[in-house]
């Protein structure tokens, strides 16, 4: 079976499901915005939903991060987590499972990353398509992330009264073969799923002006620009936007003792390349002096670097930086304004 | 390792409120622990007994007196370490406020006609009149922050105060931000390592930690402006706490 079908009356029960296999979670209100947490009572769940403050990244890169417990005396080092738990992501766009892909290629690469593996060896990622525009901050359809393109066990799709899902793994096409009411997808949805895609074309337009390689282009000829200038001057250097971004990974690794002062933990955290100090080496030297600096290497980061190194654009297009940046910073807007400058 | 003698606590308080030491005696069970590695010696919230004999003196409070400037001095002469802790020690914190007017006029306005009987001088943070070796920021103080200061002082190891805004500390916290909530929030230029305690709480950042070594300052007036306050209330935000930090702070934001 590669396509299946969910009429929306079963969804609560199929949710009810999920919840049993593994630790689940799902995008839920807060405030006025929404976050992945874990799912108690599953009507707490939104499917409808603009991107979450933090994307699930934080589920397979934690905030901070055990690695290492040990001893100073007798001298001594264990695994801090033996044992890693199963658990589901459920209703997460497509955008933020292109970002998982892009994670995916940065700790596979030798030396590979045993402790991101070992959290994602225990992911199921179920995906839900987004027919609309979450809001106008998104750039997903530029980075061709609008429309699933892998890296998923289970894709949904609102076509009406059910849910189209691809199947797209083994462990996915367990989660649907074992419960009854989750039938193969007859002909005719299948029909009404290829509308629906055709009416989402006209719907998402690429949000650059210039096609994704052209915009490549420019930042190879855009390192000395007025646009990172004016950046510098409106950025705060809060690290809000690197925080939000399903592709940073950027960390810190630190030691903290108990107060018996004889063991401890090693931990990564966090960290930022929008932080003050961040390329400051011993002596007191800063390789990349001013939040204009700065601002232009975390685009750099997601246009240039990665492309001409892994062959892939490390920007998702689900807004996120722009949505959270106080100091009105846009994706869309930087980007536009580099390429008329640099491209005839 | 526990035969030798443990290194002797003590507290003292300068003009502040005391409450960064009240925090201290509220680490409960994590207080009892610590008295397993240390002796405190003179703490009046929570012993009697005040000795004179002490290795590592935590400071509460800004210098406000002539007679602090000497009985501070005294201190830092006895103590082989000193530890600043909470706002008013290590950037002068609500205190400063008195240097926003001459000493006359604030003498004059909270004394009245008994002014000219009172000795104040211009707030000042502890390490502008000794050298501090521990700096712990806050009002009040964090206490997970205050413990790891204590692991680092007993390890003697120095503690690095973050040099980044609590913003940073606040994303990964995963609050909804003040600003999308339409309030003014310091977050932005505001020294982290308090885990953006008041933020996770529905509070919004004061700035009691004292500002980022390199503040966004044009950057953080235009959010604050853009949200809709004037400069005079963008000062007001930016000093509360942060009025007594001296040149850098003047040639940064006025």
New interface residues.
């Given amino acids: 079976m590669k396509y299946a079908s969910l009429k929306k009356t079963n969804l609560n029960n199929w949710l009810e499901y999920l919840k049993k296999k593994a630790k689940f979670y799902a995008p839920r209100k807060?405030?006025?915005?929404f976050?992945f947490r874990p799912v108690k009572d599953v009507a707490d769940i939104c499917l409808e939903y603009i991107p979450t403050?933090?994307p699930p990244k934080?589920y397979y890169f934690p905030?901070?991060e055990r690695l290492l417990r040990f001893r100073a005396q007798p001298f001594k080092t264990a695994k801090a987590i033996d044992k890693f738990e199963e658990f589901i992501l459920f209703g997460v766009h497509t955008c933020d499972i292109a970002g998982i892909q892009c994670m995916d290629v940065v700790f596979r690469d030798g030396p590979e990353d045993p402790n991101y593996l070992n959290r994602k060896d225990m992911m199921t990622i179920i995906g839900i398509e987004c027919l609309k525009y979450c809001d106008k901050y998104a750039n997903c359809a530029s980075m061709g992330n609008h429309i699933p393109r892998g890296g998923y066990d289970l894709m949904m799709v609102d076509i009406g009264d059910e849910f189209i899902i691809h199947i797209n793994s083994e462990k996915g096409e367990k989660l649907v073969k074992e419960v009854d009411f989750i039938k193969e997808a007859t002909e005719s949805e299948m029909v009404t799923l290829g509308r629906i895609r055709e009416e989402k074309n006209e719907i998402f337009k690429e949000e650059f002006y210039a096609s994704l390689p052209k915009v490549y282009e420019s930042f190879d000829k855009s390192f000395v620009s007025e646009v990172w200038k004016d950046l510098g001057?409106?950025?705060?250097?809060?690290?809000?936007c690197t925080?939000?971004c399903p592709t940073c990974y950027c960390f810190d690794v630190s030691d903290?003792?108990e107060?018996n002062?004889n063991d401890g933990l090693r931990y990564r955290i966090?960290n930022?390349c929008q932080?003050?100090?961040f390329a400051k080496v011993a002596g007191g030297e800063d390789f990349r002096k001013g939040?204009e600096s700065r601002q232009r290497h975390r685009y750099y980061r997601k246009f240039k670097y990665p492309v001409d190194k892994f062959n892939r654009y490390f920007c998702t297009g689900c807004g996120r930086c722009t949505r959270?940046c106080?100091?009105?910073i846009s994706l869309i807007d930087t980007v536009n304004a580099l390429t008329p400058v640099s491209i005839d | 390792m526990k035969k030798q003698s443990k290194p002797r606590l003590a507290f003292f308080d300068f003009t502040d409120c005391e409450g960064c030491q009240l925090q201290f005696a509220n680490l409960g069970g994590?207080l009892l622990?610590?008295l397993?590695?240390v002796d405190i010696v003179n703490f009046r919230e929570i012993i009697s007994e005040a000795a004179e004999d002490y290795d590592i003196a935590f400071i509460e409070g800004s210098i406000t007196t002539d007679n602090d400037v000497l009985r501070i001095k005294k201190i830092r002469d006895k103590a082989k370490v000193l530890v600043a802790l909470g706002s008013c020690a290590t950037i002068g914190g609500v205190n400063g406020i008195k240097n926003r007017s001459s000493l006359e006029l604030a003498k004059k306005i909270v004394y009245g006609d008994k002014a000219s009987t009172i000795n104040t001088i211009k707030t000042m943070p502890v390490h502008e009149v000794v050298s501090v070796d521990y700096t712990i920021n806050g009002c009040p103080v964090y206490l997970p922050e205050v413990?790891?200061v204590v692991?680092c002082l007993?390890?003697g190891k120095p503690y690095v105060v973050p040099?980044?805004?609590v913003?940073?500390e606040c994303?990964?916290n995963?609050?909804?931000?003040r600003?999308?909530?339409d309030q003014e929030c310091m977050?932005?230029?505001t020294r982290a390592g308090c885990n953006s305690w008041c933020i996770n709480n529905g509070n919004r950042c004061y700035g009691c930690r004292g500002l980022?070594?390199?503040p966004?300052a044009?950057?953080?007036k235009?959010?604050l402006s853009?949200y809709g306050l004037k400069l005079e209330d963008v000062l007001k935000h930016f000093t509360l706490y942060n009025d007594s930090m001296g040149e850098k702070y003047d040639q940064e934001f006025k």
């Fill in positions: 807060k405030e006025n915005l976050v403050i933090l934080k905030q901070k001057k409106k950025c705060v250097g809060c690290g809000n925080a939000v903290e003792m107060l002062l966090w930022s932080m003050d100090d939040r959270t106080m100091a009105g | 994590t622990e610590l397993e590695l413990v790891s692991k007993l390890m040099n980044y805004p913003c940073s994303k990964m995963e609050n909804v931000c600003y999308e909530k977050g932005t230029v980022v070594d390199n966004a044009d950057a953080q235009d959010i853009k």
